[in-house]
């Protein structure tokens, strides 16, 4: 009773104050409400409602390892947004003290996997506003970054980026989320997404889950055709009670009792007791007779299901068991080819089409078959960084449609269903690589003016900046434009071809024979010279660009007077790095190559 006294001044004095001021202003409201790791607070689902756009954070880590308390925040996000009718979930993105420079493809795995938790704006932490142009990178929010200004090396490339972001986003707002799982939040402190512990039950892979908390359960639930329906028209098939439930309120209690007789189905343990002391002690004889009635025989053990009314309570059941024997299959399914294949994905539905986005989140290519819980309808890949759309083979069967796929390392891809099939199954021909070619021999780097002189150098073979014997190269950051005329012998009418870059550190913006290909941010470094590639010569420019990283390192050098660069924290700057840190790679390192395919 005290703390829930607690967190409704929190709730009812702070976040609905702020927000209902600002709307009187005509103004929206963003809030990291009550922000992560603060649980014992107030409740995250309730004051997260209470702001226009809920929010959450994520920091960049270690690859394919989160902060525990994260992931949890911005799934608690992602549920307010969902079971409060908003249609936006959005993140303080990108936070960090020791990696500040990005790059683009390291950030994106990132965001991926967020975005497969629900996130569709990404507030990037942070932009500080930058007023002097002989200052870089520039003034700093104290140790915290990405870096993102006017300043970093690859601003001017930023913009592919930033075009990746929005179009994931876009398509993440359409529609309405598809969760099978209402899985209860709970009224004990502290009432927010659990990140100190595993959940239990855990949701098994392939279903979708939110958070629902006790305003929203007996305010907004209603049972349409034995699935529990929220006004906005988000549905579930399932109310999950977490297995340490042993208490609960008695108004809450009489809602579910209402809902399984109306035909909800849930799963959890029976409450022997009422929360608090409104009531006491009738509260806790009504608890306990509700309690009776709906879980009958149910013990969690040697019975673990009880029908009531229209509905069913289980008991001591997995989430998986109870889901198959309603008959709901995974939403998403994928085969494994390694122990440690692991994709996440997200469903979104119009009133015409369903959208799956599918991140790989290992930095290897992943060949895999996905199943969808989708029939009747063609699926479609679209490509968020490219803005096409392309055919895949598939087939229809037992309420499913299954593609084959191949990642990218830490790749995705929109899978959407909008068309109707009018075949249960089509065979587009693979793609087989025909021809495989490396251009060889020297390149021509040209580097900006340095030390009041352009700096040309001619490489027999490509190697990374830092390995160069000139120190002003060696801990350059910035731009430099490659350059290389190459002979192609012959090009093929029908064929495919394809430059790969191999590996760059960190951007590449390319030209051939004068026409731009875009700017290449991430693996496999690969665009597509159909019809600009030619039998002969062909001229090769680009311009590739690195990180601040080995320009700060080697200004650690220099008397203060003589660096390149200044920060205003030197956490954040010049010391970011250890003593005896090497230089990272930078620049094109290859090897570059011209592939011939099918199609």
């Known amino acids: 009773d005290f703390r829930n006294t607690i967190a409704d001044l929190i709730t009812v004095k702070h976040y609905s104050t702020i927000s209902g001021y600002m709307h009187k202003k005509g103004i929206k409201v963003y809030g990291e409400a009550i922000g992560a790791a603060l649980g014992t607070m107030g409740n995250g689902l309730n004051s997260k409602g209470l702001v226009d756009i809920p929010m959450g954070e994520f920091w960049t880590e270690t690859d394919s390892k989160f902060r525990q308390e994260h992931p949890s925040d911005i799934l608690e996000a992602a549920s307010a947004a969902h079971i409060y009718n908003k249609p936006i979930v959005a993140a303080e993105s990108f936070t960090d003290i020791r990696r500040p420079f990005g790059p683009p493809s390291f950030l994106k795995y990132l965001a991926d996997y967020y975005m497969t938790l629900g996130v569709n704006r990404f507030i990037i932490h942070t932009s500080v506003h930058q007023p002097l142009d002989d200052k870089k990178p520039g003034f700093t929010l104290a140790i915290f970054g990405q870096h993102y200004t006017r300043n970093n090396t690859w601003a001017e490339q930023a913009v592919a980026w930033n075009h990746y972001l929005a179009s994931c986003s876009y398509m993440l707002q359409q529609g309405l989320p598809t969760s099978d799982i209402a899985y209860?939040?709970?009224?004990?402190?502290?009432?927010?997404?659990?990140?100190?512990?595993?959940?239990?039950?855990?949701?098994?892979?392939?279903?979708?889950?939110?958070?629902?908390?006790?305003?929203?359960?007996?305010?907004?639930m209603q049972v349409k055709n034995g699935e529990l329906v929220l006004p906005s028209g988000v549905r579930y098939k399932l109310l999950v009670l977490p297995?340490?439930?042993?208490?609960?309120?008695?108004?809450?209690?009489?809602?579910?009792y209402d809902l399984v007789g109306a035909g909800a189905i849930v799963l959890g343990p029976k409450?022997?007791?009422?929360?608090?002391?409104?009531?006491?002690?009738?509260?806790?004889?009504?608890?306990?007779?509700?309690?009776?009635?709906?879980?009958?025989?149910?013990?969690?053990?040697?019975?673990?299901?009880?029908?009531?009314?229209?509905?069913?309570?289980y008991w001591g059941k997995s989430?998986?068991?109870?889901?198959?024997?309603?008959?709901?299959?995974?939403?998403?399914?994928?085969?494994?080819?390694?122990?440690s294949t692991k994709l996440n994905f997200i469903h979104r539905k119009t009133s015409e089409a369903d959208i799956y986005f599918v991140a790989n989140e290992r930095p290897i290519e992943e060949h895999v078959s996905l199943r969808f819980r989708v029939e009747g309808k063609v699926p479609e890949l679209w490509d968020a960084d490219k803005g096409t759309s392309t055919a895949v083979s598939y087939r229809i069967e037992n309420g499913h449609t299954i593609i084959p796929f191949t990642f990218d390392p830490y790749g995705s891809v929109f899978v959407v269903f909008r068309q109707k099939a009018t075949s249960n199954s089509l065979e587009l021909p693979?793609?087989?690589?025909?021809?495989?070619?490396?251009?060889?021999?020297?390149?021509?780097?040209?580097?900006?003016?340095?030390?009041?002189?352009?700096?040309?150098?001619?490489?027999?073979?490509?190697?990374?900046?830092?390995?160069?014997?000139?120190?002003?190269?060696?801990?350059?950051?910035?731009?430099?434009?490659?350059?290389?005329?190459?002979?192609?012998?012959?090009?093929?009418?029908?064929?495919?071809?394809?430059?790969?870059?191999?590996?760059?550190?960190?951007?590449?913006?390319?030209?051939?024979?004068?026409?731009?290909?875009?700017?290449?941010?991430?693996?496999?470094?690969?665009?597509?010279?159909?019809g600009i590639l030619k039998a002969g010569n062909n001229f090769l420019e680009m311009q590739v660009t690195n990180l601040w990283t080995n320009r700060m390192q080697g200004d650690k050098n220099l008397p203060a007077d003589q660096r390149f660069t200044f920060a205003t924290n030197t956490i954040f700057g010049n010391s970011m790095e250890g003593p005896g840190i090497q230089l990272i790679p930078s620049g094109l390192l290859g090897p570059v190559t011209i592939t011939t395919t099918n199609r």
């Open 184 to 220: 209860f939040i709970g009224e004990d402190a502290p009432s927010v997404a659990p990140f100190w512990k595993s959940m239990r039950p855990a949701v098994p892979d392939g279903y979708k889950y939110d958070f629902v908390n006790a305003e929203i359960i007996i305010n907004n």
């Open 243 to 256: 297995d340490q439930l042993t208490a609960m309120s008695q108004p809450l209690l009489k809602k579910i």
């Open 271 to 313: 409450p022997n007791l009422a929360n608090g002391l409104v009531n006491y002690p009738n509260a806790d004889l009504e608890v306990q007779k509700m309690a009776e009635a709906l879980w009958g025989s149910a013990n969690g053990s040697s019975v673990t299901l009880n029908g009531f009314g229209k509905g069913k309570v």
């Open 319 to 339: 989430i998986e068991d109870v889901m198959k024997s309603l008959g709901v299959d995974n939403d998403m399914a994928y085969t494994k080819p390694d122990f």
């Open 430 to 530: 693979p793609r087989i690589i025909l021809n495989k070619q490396e251009i060889k021999g020297s390149w021509t780097i040209k580097f900006p003016p340095l030390f009041k002189n352009t700096t040309t150098v001619r490489l027999d073979s490509l190697q990374s900046w830092s390995t160069l014997p000139d120190s002003t190269l060696r801990y350059f950051s910035g731009t430099a434009t490659y350059t290389k005329t190459f002979n192609q012998q012959r090009v093929e009418p029908g064929k495919k071809y394809w430059l790969n870059l191999g590996d760059v550190r960190e951007i590449a913006e390319v030209r051939l024979n004068g026409k731009p290909l875009g700017i290449i941010w991430k693996k496999p470094y690969a665009v597509e010279i159909t």
